[in-house]
């Protein structure tokens, strides 16, 4: 994955929007847990109660009747990609344009999204003055992670990051 691009790109939408208010970061950690609990939602292999536990990764957008006409889309990788959008925000407040890192795995879906909200708080956790990278990598490393353990190829986590991006663009045009 090409990150320095992806933060370049992050950081064209970031600068589109302007948004410097001083709880900026603040609603930057909440968006991602939200995310990540839209992602898990999508995942679904945490729902014990549930019959249906298979991932929602194609679900059909057009006339019943005529499956040919309409998309199919990946609602879990569409979840994970909203998500991207705010791990790289987050490291546009580190003033990252690029990294190395490494991929962390649990040993669980389940244990792995605990750990990314846990890994979340803990970057909000932090002085604001002296925010340490050590918990951004871990929150990055561990988002990685997570893309791999639901079986995204980081092409697909790319070319689904910048269709989103396109979208986002595309609200800010319309007043979303």
Same mark, same amino acid.
Request: proline share 3%; with cysteine; aromatic share 16%.
């Given at each position: 994955?090409?990150?320095?691009?992806?933060?370049?790109?992050?950081?064209?939408?970031?600068?589109?929007?302007?948004?410097?208010?001083?709880?900026?970061?603040?609603? =930057?950690? @909440?968006? #991602?847990?939200? /995310? *990540?609990?839209?992602?898990?939602?999508?995942?679904?292999?945490?729902?014990?109660?549930? +019959?249906?536990?298979?991932?929602?990764?194609?679900?059909?957008?057009?006339?019943?009747?005529?499956?040919?006409?309409?998309?199919?889309?990946?609602?879990?990788?569409?979840?994970?990609?909203?998500?991207?959008?705010?791990? =790289?925000? @987050?490291? #546009?407040?580190? /003033? *990252?344009?690029?990294?190395?890192?490494?991929?962390?795995?649990?040993?669980?879906?389940? +244990?792995?999204?605990?750990?990314?909200?846990?890994?979340?708080?803990?970057?909000?956790?932090?002085?604001?003055?002296?925010?340490?990278?050590?918990?951004?990598?871990?929150?990055?490393?561990?988002?990685?992670?997570?893309?791999?353990? @639901?079986?995204?190829?980081? /092409?697909?986590?790319?070319?689904?990051?910048?269709?989103?991006?396109?979208?986002?663009?595309?609200?800010?045009?319309?007043?979303?």
């Amino acid at each position: 994955m090409n990150l320095s691009k992806l933060f370049e790109t992050q950081k064209v939408l970031r600068n589109r929007i302007k948004y410097e208010g001083e709880d900026r970061f603040e609603k =930057l950690i @909440l968006a #991602l847990l939200v /995310e *990540l609990g839209e992602c898990a939602n999508e995942w679904r292999g945490f729902k014990f109660w549930s +019959k249906d536990q298979q991932p929602r990764t194609k679900v059909y957008y057009g006339p019943p009747e005529m499956p040919d006409v309409g998309t199919y889309e990946n609602p879990l990788l569409e979840e994970y990609v909203d998500g991207l959008h705010f791990i =790289l925000e @987050l490291g #546009l407040e580190y /003033e *990252l344009n690029d990294f190395k890192y490494a991929v962390f795995i649990c040993d669980s879906v389940e +244990k792995q999204f605990i750990y990314l909200y846990r890994a979340t708080t803990d970057v909000f956790a932090q002085d604001r003055l002296d925010r340490s990278l050590h918990y951004y990598r871990n929150l990055i490393q561990l988002y990685f992670g997570l893309g791999e353990m @639901l079986g995204f190829t980081w /092409e697909e986590v790319e070319q689904a990051y910048y269709k989103k991006n396109k979208v986002n663009h595309h609200r800010q045009d319309v007043g979303y």
